[in-house]
């Protein structure tokens, strides 16, 4: 199971490499350009993470196991972003990436990295309870992490907001996932189904947000000079939340909070997946060091072909 493990995350890492490369490449050649990045970063935000988030929501089975789901996984992944900040504090990093560095520590990439690789190891059930840690990525980033990458921005004068707001910035102000998240919660939450039609059409574009996101970094890589991409300064401690902290938090508050054998080895997998692409899309979005996560996201994206086999034969070896 260990060597079919190790193909198949290899294969995943490749995938996922060479989506990155369609837009470095693409940025190098010309075709992509700063008017991209805009285009993507809007195109998430506003369009296929709030159609990730009824996507998911729709498709939950039991609301008391759900909300059960989503509050561990999102206890443990505030935990881990704050403790994130901490250290990164403790250990003087510049304050124009603390913020990134945090929320690249504590929030894990469950969706679109952790769905096929918890399929494969524990079945097409698993995809089930994966929901709630994705559904938490998306809760957590948005308010903490998002937060925390403003204070970046706020510290080196980048931050994106208008001086005066009018009635039309402030709607636009809303964060589209978070309004996008209540009003689904309460819709899930009162059994109220959507219409099929409506339902087929948010489900193509949940399917787009992934490669959007990807081809994301990929620009903004292509951007930046080959002398930069480099393991540069916190590398070490985003690695560090990503695939040690980050799962051994999420095992503590099992042993607090017990669940079934099934969701803790799901979730506890998925704990110790790379970095969410979602830290260089907040980062575009509010000012932050955009360059920075999605370094953090490459190089967190290749050590896990080393790390998730060690992880699942630990986790097994456990019962």
């Known amino acids: 199971m260990e060597i079919t493990l190790v193909l198949s995350t290899l294969q995943t890492v490749i995938s996922v490499a060479l989506i990155v490369l369609i837009g470095f490449v693409g940025t190098k050649a010309g075709v992509l350009g700063k008017g991209t990045l805009k285009e993507l970063s809007v195109y998430l935000i506003y369009i296929a993470v709030p159609c990730t988030i009824i996507s998911r929501l729709q498709a939950l089975n039991g609301i008391g196991e759900a909300i059960y789901g989503v ?10 972003v704050v403790l994130g900040y901490c250290a990164a504090v403790l250990l003087r ?7 990134v560095n945090a929320a690249s520590f504590g929030i894990c990439n469950s969706g679109f990295i952790g769905l096929p690789i918890v399929a494969m190891l524990f079945g097409e059930g ?106 540069q300064k916190g590398f ?29 080895k799901v979730i506890v997998i998925q704990s110790a997946m790379p970095v969410v692409t979602l830290v260089e899309v907040g980062a575009n979005k509010y000012g932050g060091n955009v360059e920075y996560a999605s370094l953090s996201f490459i190089y967190s994206l290749f050590i896990l072909a080393f790390t998730l086999p060690v992880t699942y034969y630990l986790l097994m070896a456990a019962g």
């Open 71 to 80: 509050a561990i996984t999102s206890a443990a992944q505030i935990i881990c």
């Open 93 to 99: 990093l510049p304050k124009d990436i603390r913020g």
């Open 126 to 231: 698993a995809k089930n309870v994966a929901i709630y840690f994705i559904i938490s990525n998306n809760l957590v980033f948005w308010t903490l992490g998002a937060y925390l990458i403003k204070k970046d921005a706020e510290y080196t004068g980048t931050l994106k907001s208008s001086p005066k707001p009018d009635t039309r910035q402030r709607i636009k102000g809303i964060n589209p996932p978070i309004a996008v998240f209540v009003v689904m919660l309460v819709i899930t939450g009162m059994k109220i189904p959507l219409p099929k039609f409506f339902m087929s059409a948010v489900e193509i574009v949940d399917e787009t947000t992934a490669p959007a996101a990807l081809i994301f970094c990929g620009t903004v890589l292509g951007g930046i000079g080959f002398k930069q991409i480099k393991w």
């Open 236 to 264: 070490s401690l985003i690695m560090l939340g990503r695939y040690l902290v980050s799962p051994l938090v999420m095992l503590a508050l099992f042993m607090l909070f017990p669940g079934g054998e099934l969701l803790e």
